[in-house]
């Protein structure tokens, strides 16, 4: 806000003010010391600032920037379509809880999704924070808001072996290698096209995961845990092998996947509107996106009985309830397991009525609370 414009409404301000207190109105009085009473250092250009200009002034400049090419993106697309309309051009102090209650009350009630709302709360009060910590206030608002309780999600399904063998067998180099890779190491796509030969440790079969990429800008990978090794088997590290031997004078600092012509990396989503989804729906098979083989890799190692310790790692999340809330499905074969064996210990019951030798076998074989087997 440009010098003129603080001293043009500080004048109106002051006029209004002076006319209320003549006129007996107070309460006018007291609204600009409760507006005063919020700040920590307390100066005309605090109280006139609004919203907008803090992050525009402090926030983008001081904060966003420390923080993930990804997370300074997702912050961006949050600001200008939800949270500047409704509060861009008010005065910092002048937002309460009850403003941003009411605010996410409605966006809940317009049909967002419950993920989403909880998103733009979160940039909201990011702001809010850094305008605490720098001491233009001395409350978060945005920190009382509450949230109803997460809806139940179902989890989508997932394509079978055979279709995604048949999705390999349609695909062309080097789009087969980046969906098999995904599969057989459940690494985030953003790792998947930012893997140079040099993250390939031959020696001790095992792949590293050093770099993540968003829009052909470098990054590190989502956070520490997610520098990692994963481990390849042995037909992994031939399939590579085979795959980088034509690539023509491939060295070791070079991308994994590069673009048709050979000159920068690929873009995620066109890869998956352009070639994938495409192929998907000629096969006629389960809907594919990157996120789902990568839940596809990570209910494939719950089936097969690798503990939540070891997929946890593999997968680079920073906790195990991550990896069972969110990437664990239900496979089909596990499911036809878990109802095979319950109606086979009905089927059993039921023939026992008639046999007291299988009924003595089901009762021994039944364990009482408290009670040891010798």
């Known amino acids: 806000m440009k010098s003129?414009?603080?001293?043009?409404?500080?004048d109106r301000a002051t006029e209004q003010l002076v006319a209320a207190l003549k006129a007996g109105h107070s309460e006018t009085l007291t609204g600009y010391l409760k507006a005063i009473g919020r700040f920590h250092r307390y100066s005309l250009h605090n109280v006139l600032l609004i919203v907008r200009d803090f992050v525009e002034m402090k926030y983008k400049k001081l904060i966003?920037?420390?923080?993930?090419?990804?997370?300074?993106?997702?912050?961006?697309?949050?600001?200008?379509?939800?949270?500047?309309?409704?509060?861009?051009?008010?005065?910092?102090?002048d937002v309460t809880g009850e403003d941003v209650q009411e605010f996410v009350t409605g966006k809940?009630?317009?049909?967002?999704?419950?993920?989403?709302v909880k998103n733009i709360i979160a940039v909201f009060s990011a702001v809010y924070a850094a305008a605490v910590k720098f001491r233009y206030l001395k409350v978060n608002p945005v920190r009382s808001v509450e949230m109803p309780q997460e809806p139940v999600k179902f989890q989508p399904k997932l394509?079978?072996?055979?279709?995604?063998?048949?999705?390999?067998?349609?695909?062309?180099?080097?789009?087969?290698?980046?969906v098999w890779l995904t599969c057989a190491t459940g690494v985030r796509v953003s790792e998947l096209l930012a893997l140079r030969w040099s993250a390939i440790d031959w020696q001790h079969s095992c792949?590293?995961?050093?770099?993540?990429?968003?829009?052909?800008?470098?990054?590190?990978?989502?956070t520490h845990r997610s520098q990692r090794p994963i481990r390849l088997s042995k037909s992994?590290?031939?399939?590579?092998?085979?795959?980088?031997?034509?690539?023509?004078?491939?060295?070791?600092?070079?991308?994994?996947?590069?673009?048709?012509?050979?000159?920068?990396?690929?873009?995620?989503?066109?890869v998956l509107e352009r070639i994938?989804?495409?192929?998907?729906?000629?096969?006629?098979?389960?809907?594919?996106?990157?996120?789902?083989?990568?839940?596809?890799?990570?209910?494939?190692?719950?089936?097969?009985?690798?503990s939540i310790k070891v997929t946890q790692e593999r997968l680079g999340h920073s906790r195990a309830e991550t990896t069972m809330k969110h990437y664990v499905h239900l496979s089909q074969q596990a499911d036809a397991e878990a109802a095979n064996a319950v109606s086979r210990r009905l089927r059993t019951a039921q023939k026992a009525r008639h046999s007291?030798?299988?009924l003595a076998g089901i009762v021994s074989r039944t364990p009482i609370a408290g009670v040891q087997r010798a």
């Open 4 to 10: 003129e414009q603080i001293k043009e409404i500080t």
């Open 356 to 358: 007291p030798v299988l």
């Open 276 to 306: 994938i989804r495409p192929a998907v729906r000629k096969l006629g098979i389960t809907h594919v996106t990157w996120h789902l083989l990568r839940h596809w890799h990570t209910t494939v190692l719950h089936d097969e009985g690798v």
């Open 108 to 116: 809940l009630g317009s049909g967002l999704a419950w993920n989403t």
């Open 207 to 222: 792949l590293w995961v050093r770099e993540a990429v968003h829009n052909r800008e470098i990054d590190s990978p989502k």
């Open 236 to 270: 992994d590290l031939a399939r590579l092998k085979k795959f980088r031997k034509a690539r023509a004078r491939s060295k070791d600092e070079d991308w994994l996947f590069l673009n048709t012509r050979g000159t920068a990396l690929f873009l995620a989503d066109n």
């Open 64 to 93: 966003l920037p420390l923080r993930k090419r990804t997370t300074q993106h997702g912050y961006k697309i949050i600001l200008v379509p939800h949270i500047f309309p409704a509060f861009g051009d008010k005065q910092l102090v």
């Open 159 to 178: 394509p079978s072996d055979k279709e995604l063998q048949q999705l390999q067998d349609a695909l062309d180099e080097p789009y087969r290698t980046m």
